[in-house]
């Protein structure tokens, strides 16, 4: 499971990341009081992805926003 728990510095609005994670093209961005994932497409089985207990399935070409 890739768990997630950001903390955006105050000088930043944004912050956008890209990864690969089992099979998985990741983009991740961070806003206050927002966390955005999405996994573009492919044919990777899903993954778990989580924050502060949350837990969400991600199927390739899904995107999963989490308040923070």
Not at 33 to 39: D, E, F
Not at 58 to 66: A, M, Y
């Amino acid at each position: 499971m890739l768990l997630f728990n950001p903390c955006l510095p105050p000088e930043l609005k944004r912050l956008t990341m890209s990864i690969f994670y089992r099979g998985h093209s990741l983009e991740i961005v961070i806003r206050p009081g927002k966390l955005r994932v999405y996994s573009g497409t492919g044919r990777a089985p899903s993954i778990k992805i989580g924050l502060k207990g949350k837990v969400h399935r991600l199927k390739p070409g899904d995107i999963v926003e989490f308040k923070l």
